[in-house]
C-alpha cells in the first residue's frame, strides 16, 4: 500500500520467536526487539528509507504438548 506524499509502501510483519521453554521464547522476542528498535532511515538491500515499528501484537502461547512455546511479536515496515 502506498502511504503518504512520499509514497511509502507499508507492510506489517510477523516474528515467531519459538523455544523449547517460556524463557528461551521470551528472550529470543526481547533479543528480536532490541535489533529491531533503532531501524530507522536505513537501507536494506535495494530498498532506501526503510523504518521498521513495533505495532501493537506481543503474546505467548505454547503447543498442546507444552514442547515448544512462542512469542508472536507484529512490526510494521515502511519502505521505498
Known amino acids: 500500500m502506498l502511504d503518504g506524499a512520499g509514497k ?3 507492510g506489517r ?3 515467531d ?9 521470551v528472550s ?5 526487539l532490541a535489533a529491531l528498535e533503532d531501524v530507522v532511515k536505513e537501507t536494506v538491500g535495494d530498498f532506501t528509507g526503510v523504518d521498521i515499528m513495533f505495532a501493537d501484537t506481543d503474546f505467548t502461547d505454547h503447543s498442546n504438548d507444552m514442547s515448544t512455546y512462542r512469542r508472536v511479536l507484529h512490526f510494521l515496515v515502511t519502505w521505498r
Do not use: K, M
Request: hydrophobic share 40%; glycine share 10%; with cysteine.
Open 8 to 10: 511509502f509502501y507499508t
Open 13 to 15: 510483519v510477523q516474528v
Open 17 to 25: 520467536c519459538i523455544g523449547l521453554t517460556p524463557t528461551s521464547a
Open 28 to 32: 529470543l522476542g526481547d533479543n528480536v
